[in-house]
Nanobody, 122 residues
């Protein structure tokens, strides 16, 4: 399975961005999906996850109420809507997929996109 993340860019604090992750090669609807991020010099951290049906989601405390993960199984795409962005949200954002239940542990995911850079200026 191949994952292609897109939608990153430069935005001012308080602004919004929507990331997309297009999946090909397997039956997308069988995969739980997640977003992780990695700031310069820091470890990769969990952001949000969604079950294969989209009926369950999970968020890191730092993004709750500001970010929304969703998926469109007809388009083989998962999204991360990011509102009220803060400078500390600056990172490379990675989408990830796994068969089975969704998870907030990076080690549980066997499929990764290439990452898309989000830069939030103050």
């Amino acid at each position: 399975v191949q994952l292609q993340a897109s939608g990153g860019g430069l935005v001012q604090a308080g602004g919004s961005l929507t990331l997309s992750c297009a999946v090909s090669g397997r039956t997308f609807s069988n995969y739980a999906m997640a977003w992780f991020r990695q700031a310069p010099g820091k470890e990769r951290k969990f952001v949000a996850a969604i079950s294969w049906l989209g009926s369950a989601t999970s968020y890191a405390d730092s993004v709750k109420g500001r970010f929304t993960i969703s998926r469109d199984n007809d388009k083989n795409t998962t999204y991360l809507q990011m509102n009220n962005l803060k400078p500390e949200d600056t990172a490379v954002y990675y989408c990830a997929g796994r068969l089975g239940p969704y998870s907030d542990y990076a080690a549980d995911f066997g499929h990764w996109g290439q990452g898309t850079l989000v830069t939030v200026s103050s």
